[in-house]
Structures are given as C-alpha cells and as structure tokens.
C-alpha cells in the first residue's frame, strides 16, 4: 500500500500564505503525477493543482491560477503547494493524491477519479 502524508495546513489571515507538503511512501510504485484538491463543507470536491512527475508540467484551476504554485522533489517523493494571498473562499480540507497507474489524457489530471492513492486531508482555514 502507499501512504501519503499531508502537513502544513492551519489557520491564516485573508493575504497570508501556507505551504502544504505531501510525501507519499510505502510499496514501490511510479508515479505518474500528484496532484491537490479541496472541499469545504458542504460544497463537491474541486481540482486545485497538479503536476507531471517525469517533466515537471503543471497544471491549476482558474480560481488559483497565479496565487498558488505546485512543486515537487523526485528524491523525497513530495509534493508542495505555495498557496499565497490566500482568501476565504480558499478554505477547505486540502488532499493530495497520487497518481500511478494507467496514461494521461486530456484533462485526466483534473479527475480525482483518475487517481490511485489519496491522503487524509490537511485542512487550511482562511480568517477575514
């Protein structure tokens, strides 16, 4: 099995920044690329950001496109979101997920179904 483990979540003012890791460990496996969605409560799962693990490409919804940025470090199997000039809006239960099977095609990285192994969530509250 593979494990992920998420850190970093917290509570920030409207402006600030946090910076989430996810390092995933546990059987061998390739990984095809990671990615981060999002849920506050009461609303559906939502694509937040993604990244190719062989050439570094990523990839963001529209809502966070500029604010947030996705990386990633091949040595430790980790995953990072710089999320910067963070808003209410941006609050939610933040999981990262892996991807290990199967091939890319079109928006697949935007479906959280095209993805094998989550995280238990780290959640990051934003304070107006």
């Known amino acids: 099995q593979v494990q992920l483990v998420e850190s970093g979540g917290g509570l920030v003012q409207a402006g600030g920044s946090l910076r989430l890791s996810c390092a995933a460990s546990?059987?061998?496996?390739?990984?095809?690329?990671m990615g981060w969605f999002r849920q506050a409560p009461g609303k559906e799962r939502e694509f937040v950001a993604a990244?190719?693990?062989?050439?570094?490409?990523?990839y963001y919804t529209d809502s966070v496109q500029g604010r947030f940025t996705i990386s990633r470090d091949n040595a430790k199997n980790t995953v990072y979101l710089q999320m910067n000039s963070l808003k209410p809006e941006d609050t939610a239960a933040y999981y990262c997920?892996?991807?290990?099977?199967?091939?890319?095609?079109?928006?697949?990285?935007?479906?959280?179904?095209?993805?094998?192994?989550w995280g238990q969530g780290t959640q990051v509250t934003v304070s107006s």
């Open positions: 990244i190719r693990w062989n050439t570094g490409g990523a």
């Open positions: 997920a892996v991807k290990s099977r199967g091939l890319l095609f079109g928006n697949a990285l935007a479906v959280g179904a095209q993805y094998d192994y």
């Open positions: 546990g059987r061998t496996f390739t990984t095809i690329a």
